[in-house]
């Protein structure tokens, strides 16, 4: 048994930004989505996405290396891509750890 809390779904963060801020359930749809997409336009351009309080997306570029076909074993070429990678604010890492801002590291 974990005690770890249940994905929050899309519909959930509607219903959230819906009471919240006193929309339509049809307008919090379209708030969440056009903030989506704005991130995913951002990191397509290989930007960075800064949102105080919680972190730093970005993508980073995995160089082309060496590895092996599993079922096979022989060697093959892993091509370089972007991956996305996220970087916890200090405040997020402080309250996720539950530890003071002085004991951190």
């Given at each position: 048994m974990t005690d770890r809390a249940a994905?929050?779904?899309r519909r959930e963060l509607v219903d959230r930004l819906r009471r919240r801020l006193g929309l339509s359930a049809r307008e919090a749809?379209?708030?969440l989505d056009g903030f989506l997409e704005s991130l995913?336009?951002?990191l397509a351009l290989g930007g960075?996405?800064?949102?105080?309080g919680l972190g730093r997306l970005e993508t980073r570029l995995t160089?082309?290396?060496?590895?092996r076909n599993p079922k096979t074993g022989r060697e093959?070429?892993?091509p370089a891509r972007r991956r996305p990678v996220f970087t916890l604010s200090r405040?997020?890492?402080t309250m996720i750890r539950g530890t003071d801002e002085g004991r951190e590291r």
């Open positions: 994905p929050v779904t749809g379209e708030l995913a336009a951002q960075a996405v800064s949102l105080s160089p082309a290396r060496p590895g093959a070429r892993i405040t997020l890492r």
